[in-house]
C-alpha cells in the first residue's frame, strides 16, 4: 500500500500538468462549442446548442479547409512511409556509411521549417523574373511552365504533399533504422540457410519484426497530417484561403484571430470535429493493429 502511495506521488507533477494543460483545456474548448453567439470582450453568450457545429459544417472555408487535410494525410502518411521504408533498408545494406547518411537524411528535420518552405517556394514560386528551377527542368524535358504556388489547385496540392514528405521522412527514416537494426541476425541466416527469398525474408521476417515501429509512424504520420498548417503557411503565406490551400488547424486559428477572427465558439466547434476525425482514425488503426502489428 504504502509503495502504491509512492508511486501515485512521483506521478502527481505529471498528472497535474497533464490535467492543467491538457485535460482542462480540452474540456473548455467542449463547452464553448456548444455556447451560441459567444462574445469574446463580454464573455456573454444567449444560449447551448448544436448551432456551432452546424455553421461550421456548412461554412465553404471549413469544407474547403477538411478536404485538403483529408487529401494531405491520404497521399502524404503512406508515401513518406513507405519511401522512408525503402530509404532505411538501403542504408541497413551497407553499414560503413550507414551513420553518415543518416545524418544526411536528418539534416532537414532539424531544419526550421519556414526556412525549408522559402527554399521551396522559389524553386517551384513562377514570377515575371523567373519560372523557377523546377519550372526550367519542366520546359528542359519539352513540357510547359506551371504555377505551383499561385496557379492551378492540384499544382499547388502537389508542392504541399511534396513539402509535407520532405519534412517528415527524416524522422521515419531514423526510427526504421534503428528499429531494422534491432531486428535478430539469427532469423535471416536461418531463413538463408534454407534458400528463402530475399522478399519472402523482407515480408515473413522484416516486416513483422519492425511492424510496432511501422504502426507508431503510421498512427503519428495521421496525427501530424491532421495538424498540419506552418506547412501551408510557409508555401501559400497567412491567407490560405484566398489561396484555397487552408487546413482545419489553419481554420481554427483564423476564426480565433486572422481576418475572421474572433469567434472562439466557432474554432471549438471545428477542433472539437478535427479531434473526434482524429479519434477516429486512431481507434480504426489500433483495431488493425491486433492482427498485423506484432509485439
Known sequence: ???????????????????????????????YSFEEGYNFASQSYFGHGLYNYSYVLHDPYFLQALKNTFILVIITVPLSTGIALLISLGLHSIPKLKELFQTIYFLPYVTNTLAVGLVFMILFKKTAYSDGMINLLIQTFGGQSVDFIDGPYWAKMMVLCIYTVWVVMPFKILILTSALASVNEDYYKAARVDGTSKWRIFTKITLPMISPMLFYLIITGFIGAFKAYSDAVALFGTDLNAAGMNTIVGYVYDMLYGNSGGYPSFASAAAIILFLIVLTITVINLLVSRKHVYY
Open 1 to 31: 500500500m504504502k509503495s502504491n502511495a509512492r508511486g501515485w506521488l512521483y506521478l502527481l507533477p505529471s498528472l497535474l500538468f497533464l490535467g492543467v494543460f491538457m485535460v482542462y483545456p480540452l474540456i473548455d474548448v467542449f463547452v
